[in-house]
Antibody, heavy 118, light 107 residues
């Protein structure tokens, strides 16, 4: 079955960097685009970034463009999110998710918590 | 970016009743690329509907999606205890893809 496991979350100070990982298994990873979606405490879901199956193109939410970079290693079935210049309002649970229908994620991981605090 | 506005914010219903959730877009959603998700606390979100009206794999036919352009609806017939959750719409017709703020369906 499809399994997505996020890691790399934690407590970080504003302005610092963090890299999240998502290990994928149970499907042909290199055949699917992948997303990162986040949920701030007490808030709704917010789409963050998407990368094509071959890693050749990426798309970002306005709030993270220029600070976050989505990437993937198809040889190791792993998705990444490099987050630079973190802000307090980046605090959230970050989910990785497999794409379906060209933009609607179908399978999601359980998420990893990122806390940005002085 | 396309802003999605969901209403109502909270829907209080009883098991067996029908729920009707609205999602309105600030501009036309291209190709009706509108999805609905169910999200329960501590769990991963679950894709219910894609392409405005197609049910995802394994989703019971009590869940149905409709609409086009800027106005979309998720209908849940014969509510079951496991249906009480937060529901989000998402447009993926134009980047950046965006979610609505959610509708909580509570008992």
């Amino acid at each position: 079955q499809v399994v997505l496991v996020e890691s790399g979350g934690g407590l970080v100070q504003p302005g610092k960097s963090l890299r999240l990982s998502c290990a994928a298994s149970g499907f042909g990873f290199n055949g699917y685009g992948m997303h990162w979606v986040r949920q701030a405490p007490g808030k709704g879901l917010e789409w963050v970034a998407f990368v094509w199956n071959d890693g050749s193109k990426a798309y970002y939410a306005n709030l993270v463009r220029g600070r976050f970079t989505i990437a993937r290693d198809n040889s190791n079935n792993t998705l990444y999110l490099q987050m630079n210049n973190l802000r307090v309002d980046d605090t959230a649970i970050y989910y990785c998710a497999r794409d379906f229908d060209g933009g609607a994620p179908d399978y999601w991981g359980q998420g990893t918590l990122v806390t940005v605090s002085p | 970016e396309i802003v999605l506005t969901q209403s109502p914010g909270t829907l209080s219903l009883s098991p067996g009743e029908r729920a009707s959730l609205s999602c309105r877009a600030s501009q036309t959603v291209s190709k009706n690329y509108l999805a609905w998700y169910q999200h329960k606390p501590g769990q991963a979100p679950r894709l219910l509907i894609y392409g405005a009206s197609s049910r995802a794999t394994g989703i019971p036919d009590r869940f149905s999606g409709s609409g086009f352009g800027t106005d979309f609806t998720l209908t849940i017939n014969r509510l079951e205890p496991g249906d009480f959750a937060v529901y989000y719409c998402q447009q993926y017709g134009k980047s950046p893809w965006t979610f609505g703020q959610g509708t909580k369906v509570e008992i």
